[in-house]
């Protein structure tokens, strides 16, 4: 039996007695209903707040509602679902203002989730440490005011960490004592040279993902585990001493049952609980930085974490690294000079790589062959690499000389598929374009190519883009000058001063590049990568316009045009029919571009806004010298209580909107 309140004889629900029950279904009924009419899905924790605050609200002001009614039964039920469903709506769209624009968007995948406090609020308190930790790194190697952090000074340290180094010596040293998935940031920033300088990339360069092997008990788990056997069924010797340790994982010798030896790369235990704790705080920096930075927002910082976010997901499942060999293996010469390792699929797994051992040594030990094989072996190289990316499209993006084994028999070898990269058929295209453009020193036809692929963050002066590379080509490509790989990151550099952004893909190729262009001078000393890759794309034009090639590409030409020839008289006969009819239209998309579409939301949501505070405000006052209603409390009414809410609201509203103008410093 509910409780009367006193002097009222209104029996109202007892929240901590008997009715408990009672009052949290009708909690949860008024949180789900609040959130249905208001058309959000939101978590069960949300529902359940937003439905407390909503049922106590609405059952205090039905009481007192029914204080001043002769029949305080009358109505009093109908009341209390009615105004509690108000104030669930009204505390829902509250908590939404309150917070961070959109951050509680992410809970509506939560919605039918069951809650886990526990194992939330632990997994919470490390993000914060960790987040804490990262922050103190950058503050303290004078890295905040850039990133948003703190406007404080470095600590003084008496090293290189100190306030006198660069920039990016001081970010190396916060990245390395950052360690994790940081080092392997500051090692894929090495490689956009479209938006770091030169300097930044070679000092980043220098991060090393060294980290303490784990015990062989641990690997030894991880490998029976995957195996779903023990490791002496599958391995006629297994030798425990690393091969060489990563973040992520170590690679052993071994040899197979079989006879045959083998390189097996087995993931670190644990690795993925770790990199998960990391990216949330690396994005939740990239955020911070692009809302506090103009930087940051020039740069997109938050789609930048996105990629290496993605990249770094995909280097977990080692059977991505697998199709990566086996995809390069296929498109290349059998009986060139360039090899693969043979991949067993038969024992590799997300976390395992089994794949086989080369007998030979890096070319950093140094090649000890006559001149003309030296030449032999990089011309080789160069093709294999060229033939990658030109034509499959799959490509070794990492060709540095540990990576490139000397084997036995004087060919090649390539190893560490970890990092690899993948250029779709209109990047090839464009790729193509750019270097034809840069051998014929055609600038009109090197900003064609970069324009099929680059994204503009801001409008373009074409004509300008075309002066530039006029210049460009003139300084790296005149008389005398000697062209490296190196122009092709000015060549990014210069991209994005003009507001244009290349995919990374066309980065990684160019950094690929220049990796490999000290590779082949290690190889063949005083090799010319950019002039033997102008040789060979040459040749490659020449065998595709060649007499007896002509009639193969002009069958190609027109297979690729026999779809739109077949339905080029129909569709001309259709325009000249609806012409004389008089029911020629033209359809113009309005507002088809995402930043014009974001314009005009903002707008949109602000003249609503400022519309929404003016109305209430209007009812608010009516409702204010509104004779008569209900007694709220003391001398107030009910309609003087929603008048003041209500002016309350509007003034809320009207405030918001005034600020965000004011904010965009144009007034």
């Not at 970010?171 to 940031?185: D, H, M, Q, S």
């Not at 890096?362 to 062959?369: I, K």
């Not at 190893?415 to 600038?443: E, K, S, T």
Request: proline share 5%; charged share 20%.
């Amino acid at each position: 039996m509910a409780p009367r309140t006193p002097g009222t004889g209104v029996s109202t629900p007892d929240l901590f007695g008997p009715g408990l029950l009672v009052s949290l279904v009708g909690i949860l009924f008024v949180a789900v209903v609040a959130a249905r009419l208001l058309g959000v899905r939101r978590s069960l924790l949300a529902n359940l707040g937003s439905g407390l605050v909503g049922w106590i609200a609405g059952v205090a002001l039905s009481t007192l509602i029914a204080r001043s009614q002769p029949d305080p039964q009358a109505g009093f039920t109908r009341n209390v679902w009615v105004f509690s469903t108000i104030f669930a709506m009204s505390a829902t769209a509250w908590v939404e203002l309150l917070a961070r624009p959109g951050a509680l968007a992410r809970a509506q995948s939560g919605f039918s989730r069951l809650p886990r406090p526990i194992r939330a609020a632990r997994r919470r308190a490390r993000r914060i440490a960790r987040y804490a930790q990262i922050s103190r790194i950058a503050v303290r190697h004078g890295l905040g005011p850039a990133l948003g952090l703190s406007h404080s000074r470095p600590e003084p340290q008496g090293d290189a960490a100190g306030s006198t180094a660069p920039t990016a010596v001081r970010l190396r040293l916060a990245l390395e004592e950052g360690g994790g998935i940081f080092v392997k940031l500051g090692q894929v920033l090495s490689t956009r040279s479209d938006l770091l300088p030169a300097s930044a990339c070679a000092e980043l360069a220098k991060l090393q993902d060294e980290v303490p092997p784990s015990p062989p008990e641990a690997m030894r788990d991880v490998l029976e585990a995957e195996l779903g056997r023990g490791v002496d069924e599958v391995f006629s010797s297994f030798d425990w001493a690393p091969l060489g340790t990563a973040s992520i994982g170590q690679a052993y010798r071994a040899r197979l049952r079989s006879g045959e030896d083998v390189v097996v790369k087995v993931q670190r235990p644990g690795i993925g609980e770790a990199l998960a704790r990391d990216i949330d705080v690396l994005q939740e920096l990239a955020r911070m930085v692009e809302d506090r930075t103009g930087w940051g927002r020039e740069y997109r910082v938050r789609e930048l974490a996105a990629e290496f976010v993605e990249r770094l997901r995909g280097e977990l499942d080692f059977r991505a690294e697998a199709r990566s060999a086996l995809e390069i293996s296929g498109g290349l010469d059998p009986a060139g000079l360039v090899r693969v390792p043979r991949v067993h699929r038969e024992f590799s797994t997300a976390r395992i790589l089994v794949m086989e051992w080369f007998d030979g040594s890096s070319v950093q030990r140094g090649v000890d062959l006559d001149g003309e094989r030296r030449r032999q072996l990089a011309d080789a190289l160069l093709r294999s690499f060229l033939q990658q990316v030109l034509v499959g499209g799959r490509f070794h993006a990492d060709p540095h000389p540990g990576n490139v084994l000397l084997l036995g028999g004087g060919e090649l070898g390539l190893i560490d598929f970890g990092a690899a990269g993948q250029l779709d058929p209109l990047q090839q295209a464009a790729l193509r374009d750019m270097l034809i453009g840069v051998a014929q020193r055609d600038p009109g036809h090197l900003r064609d190519a970069v324009l099929q692929v680059a994204e503009l963050r801001r409008d373009l002066d074409e004509g300008a883009l075309e002066r530039a590379l006029a210049r460009f080509t003139a300084r790296q490509l005149g008389p005398g000058a000697t062209p490296s790989a190196q122009m092709l990151g000015e060549l990014l550099q210069l991209c994005f001063t003009f507001g244009l952004t290349l995919p990374p893909e066309l980065s990684t190729v160019f950094r690929a590049l220049g990796t490999l262009e000290g590779t082949l001078r290690v190889i063949a000393p005083g090799y010319l990568a950019i002039e033997a890759a102008q040789r060979i794309a040459g040749e490659w034009v020449r065998e595709r316009a060649s007499v007896t090639a002509l009639p193969e590409l002009a069958r190609e030409e027109v297979m690729r045009l026999l779809p739109v020839l077949r339905r080029l008289p129909y569709q001309i006969d259709r325009l000249a029919t609806q012409a004389q009819r008089g029911q020629l239209q033209a359809r113009i998309s309005l507002f088809a571009h995402e930043r014009d579409q974001y314009v005009l939301t903002r707008l949109v949501n602000r003249a609503v806004l400022a519309f929404l505070g003016g109305t209430v405000g209007v009812l608010s006052a009516v409702l204010l010298v509104s004779p008569g209603g209900p007694t709220f409390t003391g001398t107030t009414t009910l309609f003087q209580f929603f008048g003041y809410f209500g002016l309350f609201c509007a003034t809320v509203l009207i405030l918001r909107v005034l600020v965000a103008v004011l904010r965009e410093r144009i007034n």
